[in-house]
């Protein structure tokens, strides 16, 4: 069992990636990772991976995403893995907390199919 089995979500909203950065090879590029990372806003946790060169990171969609992690890393010299995997996986991965920070966001439903209900639904 590795360490990041240990990663447990804590909210609703929370989600846990992998990504696969190359240049990740010794420990002090981990450092500067996860340093990068657990500063962004929604980051609960990150954990490097140098053996397989990659970072496990634990976030809520409603204060970061999958384009903000990627922009970062790229940002300090640890661009994510750009095969077509990596790209088709990553874009998946942004709708997914596009439709997660949409949905945390939205209005409540009403409680039921009753037209009255749903129109004192809207008053409030």
């Given at each position: 069992?590795?360490r ?8 609703v909203?929370d989600v846990k990636?992998r990504i696969p950065?190359?240049a990740?090879?010794?420990q ?6 996860v340093?990068a ?17 990659r ?9 970061s995403?999958?384009?903000?992690l ?22 998946w991965?942004q709708?997914l907390d ?7 966001h939205a209005?409540?439903?009403?409680c039921?199919?009753n037209?009255?209900c749903i129109?004192?639904?809207n008053?409030r």
């Amino acid at each position: 069992m590795s360490r990041t089995d240990f990663m447990k979500i804590k909210g609703v909203w929370d989600v846990k990636r992998r990504i696969p950065i190359p240049a990740l090879r010794h420990q002090a590029d981990a450092e500067v990772v996860v340093s990068a990372l657990e500063g962004l806003p929604g980051v609960h946790e990150v954990i490097a991976d140098t053996d397989r060169r990659r970072v496990e990171v634990l976030y809520d969609v409603t204060g970061s995403d999958y384009d903000t992690l990627r922009e970062v890393l790229a940002g300090i010299g640890f661009p994510v893995a750009n095969g077509w995997w990596e790209r088709l996986k990553g874009n998946w991965y942004q709708y997914l907390d596009s439709n997660g920070r949409d949905n945390a966001h939205a209005p409540e439903p009403p409680c039921c199919s009753n037209p009255k209900c749903i129109v004192n639904q809207n008053k409030r």
